[in-house]
């Protein structure tokens, strides 16, 4: 199991760009790294997945480097209603795959 | 809105009580999943169900008993609950059991009295 670690918790202001890295030192050759967003009393919500180098979306960009022992999600230019838990998943290795979160990122936008 | 629906939102019971959790989905996933999220600790897997078969249960205790009629309800039926049982409980679907992306229901808030 490719164990993720992430930042506890993150404060930013509204406007700014947020990064959050996350390490998965003994991630598999196969392995896909995905993003989930979770507000308060609610479901998590998949926000975006990469396998290498970059990936963009409406939402937000996912940044891995040639390694792939780490990834970063860049949030542009965040509004308040950012504010969540942000979890970084890396498939299982064995082939079939189970969402298994961490603890995740509490992320905090001030005014 | 995730096409996951969860019922009731919110629920209180006593220890005594039998109650029974509501999920369903018209996505046409072939997966779907329970989780138990307790205040300040991470998704915990309770059980897994592909294709109506149960493929995983992560030593839950039996006061849960899952049931899946068909690849769209899965029910979380409870009995003999504690108070540490209150929390939020998560119901997930995917296409498959091996897809990284699974949609989320809104959670049903469980208190224990």
């Known amino acids: 199991l490719a164990k993720t670690t992430q930042p506890i918790s993150m404060d930013s202001y509204e406007g700014q760009e947020v990064n959050i890295t996350c390490s998965h030192n003994?991630?598999?050759?196969?392995?896909?790294i995905t993003w989930y967003q979770q507000f308060p009393s609610q479901g998590p919500r998949f926000i975006i997945q990469?396998?290498?180098t970059k990936v963009t979306n409406e939402v937000a960009s996912l940044f891995i480097p040639a390694d792939r022992k780490s990834s970063t999600l860049s949030l542009p230019r965040v509004s308040l209603s950012d504010t969540a838990v942000y979890y970084c998943?890396?498939?299982?290795?064995?082939?079939?795959?189970?969402?298994?979160f961490g603890r995740g990122t509490s992320l905090i936008v001030h005014p | 809105e995730t096409g996951v629906t969860q019922t009731p939102r919110h629920l209180v019971m006593g220890m005594t009580n039998k109650k029974s959790l509501k999920c369903e989905q018209h996505?046409?996933?072939?997966?779907m999943y329970w989780y138990k999220q307790s205040a300040k600790k991470p998704l915990e897997l309770m059980f897994v169900?592909?294709?109506?078969?149960?493929?995983e249960n992560n030593s839950v205790p039996s006061r849960f008993s899952p049931e899946c009629p068909n690849s769209s309800h899965l029910f979380l039926h409870l009995h003999t609950l504690q108070p540490e049982d209150s929390a939020l409980y998560l119901c997930?679907?995917?296409?498959?059991?091996?897809?990284?992306?699974?949609?989320f229901g809104q959670g049903t808030r469980l208190t224990v009295v």
């Open positions: 169900y592909s294709l109506e078969e149960r493929v």
């Open positions: 997930a679907s995917s296409p498959s059991k091996g897809d990284t992306e699974a949609f």
């Open positions: 996505l046409g996933h072939n997966a």
């Open positions: 998943l890396v498939r299982q290795s064995g082939g079939s795959y189970i969402p298994t």
């Open positions: 990469g396998y290498k």
């Open positions: 003994n991630i598999a050759t196969n392995d896909y």
